[in-house]
């Protein structure tokens, strides 16, 4: 690190807390190469209760803020949220809509959730504000864990109801009290206590880390989530497990009392004066060594090891699929250093509004922002080959170009789309698109492999045409799926391109070639005379009483058919 070293800067900070927060922002923005770095930035759900207002909403929000709201969470699970806000408006009949009220009471009529009886209606004044603050309050006893009551409340009604023989009714309250059922079930896992805690430890190997957190609120457990951490050889635990306490709480908008850890770590009292600071509220760090609370850490070292261990097979698998697949295109082929290929098709219905994509992989993977789309300018008509010939041409000669420019006036070679060439270039096609390809490149003076995707005759793909043979590899190869998905890829793209250009060009009318003839007086002439051979047939005096056409318009739509037609009996 010390020979890339060109300045330093220094910033004098009042105290350590402050030198802390400091640092903290500083690694945030530049993300220095030497740090050890959070690799995941998540925002995690919220359930908001707007106790704000004369009349609250629940809603589900991703950041806390100081606005005389109630919030519960984090949660882990969106999914989760969204199914507990559901029930709560289900159940206690919380309104949805976003209407100011009382200020906009009956001034719209009333939503379809009042229809439907999952509203009480209080947009139009059909809840006192003091029966809509009891239902809040049920809602938020159910949000503090009192589900019981809730349910057996849900079982009497459902029990009344069957008496009475609504059985429609029974199966909703019935409905309900399953969905209660099943936050119950999430929520087996207590503490003796009811405080709010984060146990957290980690797991790691020469090259990654994943640190494990579990979320314990209101002495439940709502869920786990793991971060991995970039780091370099040699970092102490305890400085990985302090990078992280810094780095995650820092973009954290929810604190929680207490923090326990696996190791103690570096500037431990400092930190909690910052989270302190930061919670507005005592925030301990602690290192558990013995009872339920160590226990509830080992769990959460169990559950990173188990998700290094998970993550480090998927690695391999990935790995297997793209880079090893490269490698086995590369002995196929006899050719080293593959790691950009692009791909070519063409698309048109009969020639009809030909083009062409490009489509770019890199080490075995999709890049898609450097994808390209071509519209044929010079080609007309159904050529396959001439259309390949100029859409490769435009493309290497862009960038032949850009990088000459960039050159001429001294400036950095930036390698983008245009102007960084693939190391191998594959051909929707086998021997004559090919060689379409390699006419292109020698005239640019570009040395590039050409390869073209062979199709078998169920037009699924057979294998490589490469220096004037086809290579055939096993169909279950990673090297074969690796081209499959490439072929298809360069299809796709070509496909959709063609297919949004005839989308616009079937909105298309003849009208919209007459001088004069707008959107609106294109609409009004079909409207009128509901056809456009009357249209064609029509006089000027008929053209005349269309709504909204004046007499120059008339005479221009009038000339238009009738001088053509004239024209072409002529020819």
Known sequence: MVQNIAWFEY???????????????????????????????????????????????????????????????????????????????????????????????????????????????????????????????????????????????????????????????????????????????????????????DMIAMAKDKQDAVVAVFFIRQGKLLGREHFHMDLNEETADEEILGAFIKQFYAGTPYLPAEIFLEYPIEDMEIIEKWLSKKRDGKVRLKVPVRGQKHRMVEMAKENAENILRMDREKIKREEKRTIGAVHEIEQLLGIRGLKRMEAFDISNISGFQTVASMVVFEKGKARKRDYRKFRLKTIEGPNDYASMEEVLTRRFLHGKKELEEMEKEGKDVQLGSFTKFPDLLLMDGGKGQVNIALKVLEKLDIHIPVCGMVKDDNHRTRGLYYNNEEIIFPRNSEAFLLVTRIQDEAHRFAIEYHRSLRAKGQVHSVLDDIKGVGPKRRKALMKHFKDISMIKTASKEELMQVPGMDQKTAAAVYDFFHFSMEQNMIK
């Open 11 to 197: 910033i004098i900070t009042g105290s350590e807390l402050e030198a802390l927060v400091l640092e903290s922002n500083l690694i945030k923005e530049h993300r220095p190469k030497y740090n050890t770095m959070l690799k995941d930035d998540k925002n995690y759900p919220y359930i908001k209760v707007t106790t704000n207002e004369d009349f609250p909403r629940i809603m589900l929000v991703r950041k806390m803020k100081q606005d005389h709201c109630k919030y519960f969470g984090p949660y882990t699970s969106t999914g989760a949220v969204n199914d507990t806000i559901e029930l709560l408006r289900k159940i206690f009949k919380i309104r949805t809509c976003n209407r100011k009220l009382p200020k906009d009471m009956g001034k719209d009529r009333p939503c379809l959730y009042y229809q439907i009886k999952q509203c009480n209606g209080p947009c139009q004044g059909y809840i006192s504000k003091e029966d809509y603050g009891k239902q809040i309050e049920e809602a938020l006893g159910f949000l503090n864990g009192n589900y019981k009551e809730v349910a057996q409340e849900l079982q009497k009604k459902m029990e009344e109801v069957s008496a009475q023989l609504e059985f429609e009714q029974a199966m909703e309250y019935r409905d309900l009290l399953r969905s209660i059922e099943k936050i119950m079930d999430r929520q087996k896992i207590n503490t003796k206590g009811f405080e709010d805690r």
